[in-house]
């Protein structure tokens, strides 16, 4: 069974930054084609951030945070990596992590994702 679990949130100032991790136990990233991150304030949907093709590396982000968050991954310790910078109020939110077999065109979709983390809460204010 294929576990997530998400660290690295926390509370920032304005023009910060931070570094969330996503950790896979159970089973490697390598079985799914797609490792995402996603995020959710109270009463409102899920929204995707950005996601990262396992083999090959193409990623893909949400217009809202292109150019300042950047999706990487280790190969060798099976983790996924979320550098935001630049942040800003409106990017708070509950941070998770999710892993699956989407395809191109449904990458963006938090429901072409079958495995999520628990989340970490990014709080961004002054």
């Known amino acids: 069974q294929m576990q997530l679990v998400e660290s690295g949130g926390g509370l920032v100032r304005p023009g910060g930054s931070l570094r969330l991790s996503c950790a896979a136990s159970g089973r490697s990233f390598r079985m799914y084609t797609f490792v995402g991150w996603f995020r959710q304030v109270p009463d409102k949907e899920r929204e995707f951030v950005a996601t990262i093709r396992w083999h090959g590396g193409t990623t893909y982000y949400s217009a809202s945070v292109t150019g300042r968050f950047t999706i990487s991954k280790d190969n060798a310790n099976n983790m996924v990596y979320l550098q935001m910078d630049r942040l800003e109020p409106e990017d708070t939110a509950v941070y998770y992590c999710?892993?699956?077999?989407?395809?191109?065109?449904?990458?963006?979709?938090?429901?072409?994702?079958?495995?999520w983390g628990h989340g970490t809460q990014v709080t961004v204010s002054s």
């Open positions: 999710a892993t699956g077999n989407a395809i191109t065109s449904t990458a963006r979709m938090a429901s072409a994702y079958n495995y």
